[in-house]
Antibody
């Protein structure tokens, strides 16, 4: 069974840092690109970042560029999102999801999310 | 940035009725559009990809159509478990989502 499990969320003060992890199982992790999305409380879905299979190609939303860093460790089947200089507007549930060639490179499997709260 | 607009914002229907949800893009996204279903407290679930292809395990009552800037998700006969929020999502240029359509009773 394909599974993605996020962790690392929590409460942090503005300007602080967190590192989210997304551990994958049930598929050949190193063959799939992975995205991070987020959803502020009561709001819609927003794309945050994505990483290719070997970790050398990364992309970011303008809102997080220069503050967030996506990386992966294929030996550990894990993708990370290092979040620095956090702001109140970064408060959201963060989801990781894999792309799938067989679904037009749309994300077909998502984790359940981890909540990040940025507040003083 | 490609902006996706969904209508209506809320669709109030009863089980057994037909639901028609619309998604319009601010510029052409070709067929690089997907539909997701999300229930409260859950992750999004992929329903339709490339505008009209059902994802694995998705019932045939869900269908997608359109290309370019105008897309439609149709649920032919609503089941109780279909009451949820539906998002359209494009990956033609960047990655953006529509604001969602809530289908409720």
């Amino acid at each position: 069974e394909v599974q993605l499990v996020e962790s690392g969320g929590g409460s942090v003060k503005p300007g602080g840092s967190l590192r989210l992890s997304c551990v994958a199982s049930g598929f050949t992790f190193s063959s799939f690109w992975v995205h991070w999305f987020r959803q502020a409380p009561g709001k819609g879905l927003v794309w945050v970042s994505r990483i290719n299979t070997d970790g050398r190609d990364t992309r970011y939303a303008d809102s997080v560029k220069g503050r967030f860093t996506i990386s992966r460790d294929n030996a550990k089947n894990t993708v990370y999102l290092q979040m620095n200089s956090l702001r109140a507007e970064d408060t959201a549930v963060y989801f990781c999801a894999r792309d799938n060639f067989y679904t037009g490179f749309f994300s077909d499997s998502w984790g359940q999310g981890t909540l990040v709260t940025v507040s003083s | 940035e490609i902006v996706l607009t969904q209508s209506p914002a809320t669709l109030s229907l009863s089980p057994g009725e037909r639901a028609t949800l619309s998604c319009r893009a601010s510029q052409s996204v070709s067929s690089y559009l997907a539909w997701y279903q999300q229930k409260l407290g859950q992750a999004p679930r992929l329903l339709i990809y490339d505008a009209s292809n059902r994802a694995t395990g998705i019932p045939a009552r869900f269908s997608g159509s359109g290309s370019g800037t105008d897309f439609t998700l149709t649920i032919s006969s609503l089941e109780p478990e279909d009451f949820a929020i539906y998002y359209c999502h494009q990956r033609y240029k960047g990655f953006t989502f529509g604001p969602g359509t809530k289908v409720d009773i």
